[in-house]
């Protein structure tokens, strides 16, 4: 009976920066979130701002400032999260200039990962039920 020992983890290839699945000016793709944000933009934010993980109440903070540093973290971290293309300049200057536009793009940008990784979301469930297995 051979045994076979892994030394190393196989290396994964560093994906490449991609880009939003939607453009900026794109509203018409979701129109029951556009009439929301347009209607109650702080509460829309709020929920954008939930689905991202952070504290629901976060957008309101935009409002006391002339940059707005919610809408410039969220997506921040919306592109660091899916590796999307920009820069900390282009996520100000969309936070301050497309302020509404910005955070339906986040939002269409939240839906659409979620709808491509629930399969791979069933993998995932798959693989970390075997976490504490032992694999030999």
């Not at 971290?77 to 820069?87: A, L, P």
């Not at 709808?115 to 970390?128: C, K, N, P, W």
Request: charged letters at 20%; one cysteine or more; proline letters at 5%.
């Amino acid at each position: 009976m051979s045994r076979h020992v892994i030394l190393d983890q196989p290396k994964s290839r560093p994906e490449e920066a991609g880009e939003w699945s939607t453009g900026l000016c794109e509203c018409y793709k979701d129109v029951g979130d556009c009439c929301l944000a347009c209607c109650c933009l702080p509460v829309f934010t709020c929920q954008v701002s939930r689905s991202v993980g952070a504290f629901p109440c976060l957008p309101l903070l935009d409002w006391i400032s002339c940059v707005p540093p919610a809408s410039v973290a969220m997506r921040a971290s919306v592109r660091e999260r899916y590796n999307i293309q920009g820069s900390a300049w282009s996520d100000c200057v969309y936070g301050c200039c497309c302020y509404r536009l910005s955070w339906l793009q986040i939002s269409r940008e939240l839906k659409r990962r979620a709808s491509s990784s629930s399969s791979s979301s069933r993998r995932y469930t798959a693989l970390t039920s075997l976490q504490g297995a032992h694999l030999v």
